[in-house]
């Protein structure tokens, strides 16, 4: 088989890996129609009040961060579609309620550990939220030359 040969048998097979692709997302789109839970209408809802939350022993916030992994792995099984518009409206909404949650607890009242956990857990969800901006942004430049990815990622 020639080089040219090759090629053109390799194009063949990609075109219609792509052609399958298309068509199961697009059944997977169709089920997950059918099946779609709706997105809260409060957000700020699902996340509890965390000063309920916070022991008295070593770290005050160990259950907080416990319990903000658990939403998170919750959600990155729920929202499995990467990159999709449905994910990163959640992932948004997500930091933004789990930030606007710990700026409850009242920092001077916590011991050294419980201070130190609010400081890792508030620059990892403001570091998840710019990474997130980050990523809007990029995706708003690739906008023009892929016009139809929101919809193949839905």
């Not at 996340?47 to 005050?60: F, N, Q």
């Not at 130190?116 to 942004?137: F, G, I, M, S, W």
Request: glycine share 2%; charged share 25%.
């Amino acid at each position: 088989m020639t080089p040219v040969q090759t090629l053109n048998a390799f194009r063949a097979l990609t075109w219609c890996a792509s052609a399958l692709l298309v068509a199961s997302v697009a059944s997977a789109q169709d089920r997950a129609i059918q099946t779609k839970v709706p997105f809260p209408t409060d957000p700020l809802a699902s996340v509890p009040k965390l000063p309920t939350i916070v022991a008295s022993k070593g770290s005050e916030l160990a259950e907080v961060v416990e319990r903000y992994q658990a939403d998170q792995g919750v959600i990155s099984r729920r929202y499995d579609g990467v990159d999709s518009p449905d994910q990163r409206k959640r992932l948004r909404a997500f930091y933004t309620s789990w930030r606007t949650r710990l700026r409850e607890i009242d920092f001077d009242k916590l011991s050294h550990e419980g201070k130190a956990d609010y400081v890792l857990l508030d620059n990892h969800l403001r570091y998840n939220q710019d990474l997130v901006d980050r990523q809007e942004k990029q995706r708003a430049e690739m906008a023009p030359l892929f016009p139809f990815s929101d919809r193949l990622m839905a």
